[in-house]
């Protein structure tokens, strides 16, 4: 599996590649980062040998700022749509390049973003294998990959019972 | 040269065109499409040189369109931008007639890099 250095360093790299900013830094993650104020998540999903799902969640005025430098535009130019479509693919690059290093094959679905407040999405039957936080511009950014649990294996055989009744 | 960008995200293609742009490619007529089929209509038209493609897109996938443009012969060169650049997945591309492909996030260098290769 991925461990949270490998995707802070992917991040980091999807920063400077994408985004020419060199200033992505880790943070400690905790549950507050993104309590206050409208937050985007948007989400990836792996299916196959690999079933997991990537969610990248920032502010507003985070995403927005992505969607400036990817659009060129200047504040207040580009559109809500612009906004998710910049996440969306910024979460889109994440889980391609997990999903090149879990246990495969697998899929990759197309991105999914939501706005809330207090954004949180919870896959059901599903584990946090990485949790990272990143600080960009001071405000931060929280990425999770959401592992399926294992289904449960059946007994490989059955065990005899015990009978509480003894033969003579 | 007309060069066809295919990627269902916006933000996407436009870093697409600034890499080709910046890799020296900005003189060249340009379209877009934003899923699989559409792009499969422009290239039945005719009139393509070269399709960017992606890989997971809605309607009809990248590696759907590499096919059918095998399937129906056209002559356009295909080559993908893609997050799905594992070694397995580039060798599916490459079965299906991709020139080359190249893996997201990208920088201009190896769009440059790649189109040197394939156009000299």
């Known amino acids: ?168 | 040269m007309k060069i066809l960008i295919v990627d269902d995200s916006k933000a996407m293609r436009m870093l697409v065109r600034r890499a080709l742009r910046e890799a020296g490619y900005g003189d060249h007529d340009y379209a877009e499409a934003q899923n699989g089929k559409e792009a499969l209509e422009i290239l039945k038209a005719g009139g393509v040189d070269l399709a960017l493609l992606d890989w997971n897109m809605p309607e009809m996938t990248g590696i759907e369109v590499l096919a059918k443009v095998k399937e129906l012969g056209l002559r356009t060169k295909c080559a993908m931008i893609t997050t799905e650049a594992s070694p397995d997945m580039q060798t599916r591309a490459h079965a299906e007639g991709a020139l080359f492909v190249v893996g997201k996030p990208f920088s201009p260098e190896i769009i440059e890099r790649e189109l040197r290769r394939v156009f000299g």
């Open chain 1, 1 to 168: 599996m991925i461990g949270n250095e490998e995707v802070e360093r992917l991040m980091q790299d999807i920063w400077s590649t994408i985004l020419s900013d060199e200033s992505l830094m880790p943070i400690a993650p905790t549950p507050e980062l993104l309590a206050h104020g409208r937050a985007l998540l948007a989400c990836v999903s792996i299916t196959g040998t690999t079933n997991a799902t990537v969610q990248v969640a920032c502010s507003m005025g985070v995403a927005g700022r992505v969607a400036q430098s990817m659009f060129q535009l200047d504040a207040g130019e580009v559109t809500d749509a612009e906004i998710r479509d910049a996440l969306g693919e910024i979460a889109n690059m994440t889980a391609g390049n997990i999903k090149a290093v879990v246990p495969g094959p697998s899929q990759l679905g197309l991105p999914v973003v939501c706005e809330g407040n207090d954004v949180v999405a919870r896959v059901s039957s599903s584990h946090v294998a990485v949790e990272v936080a990143l600080t960009w511009q001071a405000d931060p950014i929280v990425v999770k990959l959401l592992v399926a649990d294992e289904p449960p294996r059946p007994p490989s055989r059955v065990a005899p019972l015990s009978s509480p009744w003894s033969r003579r």
